[in-house]
């Protein structure tokens, strides 16, 4: 499982450790981008998508929504599952995210047990 990557969009730095060291003791690769600005300098500088991507809604720079129009406008990463990792938990935002081209949406606080199971569903059905 040591060739999945994952990146973290996320600009909480606790949060941003917590799920760097959840995915990594399953076994997952990780990069981590702290806010907008380098969330886009990763997709932009990667000549190969990750396995998956965990996304913030509220960035600095950039937010959540725009990052997933550049992940979608990208070639070859059209079809990178997006997992939407937000404080944001109104039907209106949730919509918004999955209209923009998100796969799927978890409300902070999360619970590491749900979300490990998101992520695995989703790189199941990449496979």
Do not use: C
């Not at 996320?10 to 990069?31: N, S, V, W």
């Not at 809604?57 to 990792?85: H, S």
Request: charged share 25%; glycine share 6%; net charge negative.
């Amino acid at each position: 499982m040591t060739d999945t990557s994952i990146l973290i969009i996320e600009d909480d730095e606790h949060i941003g450790q917590i799920l760097t060291f959840i995915l990594q003791r399953q076994g997952y690769q990780t990069t981590l981008a702290g806010d907008g600005l380098a969330a886009r300098q990763a997709v932009e500088g990667s000549s190969t998508p990750p396995s998956l991507v965990l996304l913030d809604v509220m960035l600095p720079y950039l937010d959540g929504f725009e990052v997933v129009r550049i992940i979608r406008a990208r070639d070859g990463w059209q079809d990178v599952p997006i997992v939407m990792l937000t404080a944001k938990h109104t039907e209106k935002d949730i919509v918004r995210a999955l209209d923009a081209g998100a796969n799927d949406y978890v409300v902070k606080p999360f619970q590491p047990n749900e979300l490990l199971a998101r992520v695995r569903r989703h790189l199941k059905e990449q496979a």
